[in-house]
């Protein structure tokens, strides 16, 4: 299994932008699907990001055009880019990597994201 640690959150204004950053270690990052999730106080947990190991994305439309994902696999590495962050984008975020149709699934600690004025 993959162990996960996000990082990269905190507090931004409307309209502002940050990165988030989930660092793998213990197995073979590359074969993961990563996605990236968030959950507010009082609603289920939604994803708003994910890519395939072939490196292939798909995104929600509430965060379409605002959040990009990505990934280093040489550094075992994903992450989020966020821009134009609204209040409604607060949330705690999860970082998880899955190999598809096995067992192998892994979730981060989670890191806040408050966008306020």
């Known amino acids: 299994q993959v162990q996960l640690v996000e990082s990269g959150g905190g507090l931004v204004q409307p309209g502002g932008s940050l990165r988030l950053s989930c660092a793998a270690s213990?197995?073979?990052?590359?074969?993961?699907?990563v996605g990236w999730y968030r959950q507010a106080p009082g609603k289920r947990r939604e994803m708003v990001a994910h890519?395939?190991?072939?490196?292939?994305?798909n995104y929600p439309d509430s965060v379409k055009g605002r959040f990009t994902i990505s990934r280093d696999n040489a550094k075992n590495t994903a992450y989020l880019q966020m821009n134009s962050l609204k209040p409604e984008d607060t949330a705690v975020y999860y970082c998880n990597a899955q190999i598809p149709a096995t067992p192998f699934d892994s979730w981060g600690q989670g890191t806040q994201v408050t966008v306020s004025s």
């Open positions: 890519i395939t190991s072939g490196g292939t994305t």
């Open positions: 213990g197995s073979i990052f590359s074969i993961y699907a």
